[in-house]
């Protein structure tokens, strides 16, 4: 692991001075109606290049459109040494990327997997088919990001995981889920049916190409290596990450980098 780790940062600084070009949208949201924000990173080369795949990289709780540019100085690089389109919606302060059953004001699986894909596919070079899509996060985004693909892998052709809370059940009283789903013990079917481990069902072998990553200090670590578990036992092919670290910026800076190779090999193998 350390001889990759050390490879790969030395390709990162081997990428020649291009500068990605990092611009800022709003999407109009008709399900919520109202203009969500966006930050889309596109390559130096955009102008003169056909289309291109496109990652959405969602952000954690409390976070905004902002976090990734802000955050993990350097991730726009990748557009440039991967060739692709990064999008970064504002995902809201505490939604989990569900439809939530008890606010109807905040749709953001309907947003992410089907209102942000077409408003992107429209203004941009985009590969239009779910061989040119993949969809990670961080933390609530990790969550969302897999949440999203498994429900939606006519979207999507590959997603991963940050940190992600891949099985909210443990966490009853945290990160305002109780204010998206209704309490666990009001509502046990809801938070049942609304966690990422109770989606495998929806997979099939290599269906969706799959990473997850999740540092051995961080409170989801069980969550994860369960999931992992569990992935294995339903011979769900995926690449299993993990290593020393917590719940912070410095462990998603150094993953998202992991994350944007394996979905640019998902790309360049689904061509």
């Not at 505490?94 to 004001?105: C, E, G, K, N, Q």
Request: with cysteine.
């Amino acid at each position: 692991m350390k001889r990759i780790i050390a490879l790969l940062f030395c390709v990162w600084a081997l990428i020649p001075a291009r500068a990605a070009i990092v611009d800022t949208i709003q999407v109009y949201s008709s399900s919520m109606q109202k203009n969500i924000k966006a930050v889309i990173v596109t390559p130096d080369n955009y102008a003169s290049d056909k289309e291109l795949p496109v990652v959405y990289l969602l952000h954690g709780y409390s976070g905004n459109h902002l976090d990734w540019i802000n955050k993990a100085k350097g991730f726009e690089k990748a557009a440039d040494q991967f060739n692709l389109i990064v999008v970064c919606p504002d995902g809201g302060y505490s939604s989990w990327y569900w439809d939530s059953p008890v606010d109807p004001t905040l749709k953001y699986e309907t947003f992410v997997s089907s209102e942000l894909v077409k408003s992107i596919d429209a203004k941009y070079k985009t590969i239009k088919d779910r061989r040119g899509r993949a969809i990670t996060g961080l933390s609530m985004g990790g969550h969302g990001a897999l949440y999203l693909a498994f429900r939606h892998q006519d979207v999507f052709g590959a997603a991963g995981s940050m940190s992600g809370g891949v099985d909210i059940r443990p966490f009853p009283n945290n990160w305002d889920m109780a204010k998206r789903l209704g309490t666990y013990a009001e509502q046990p079917e809801r938070w049942e049916k609304n966690t990422v481990v109770s989606q495998l069902n929806l997979l099939t072998p290599n269906s969706l190409a799959i990473i997850i990553d999740c540092g051995t200090e961080d409170f989801f670590y069980k969550v994860n290596e369960n999931l992992h578990q569990q992935l294995l036992y339903r011979n769900i092919p995926h690449d299993y990450i993990t290593r020393p670290g917590g719940h912070t910026w410095p462990y998603w800076t150094n993953a998202v980098k992991f994350q944007m190779l394996f979905m640019s090999n998902y790309f360049n193998s689904a061509k």
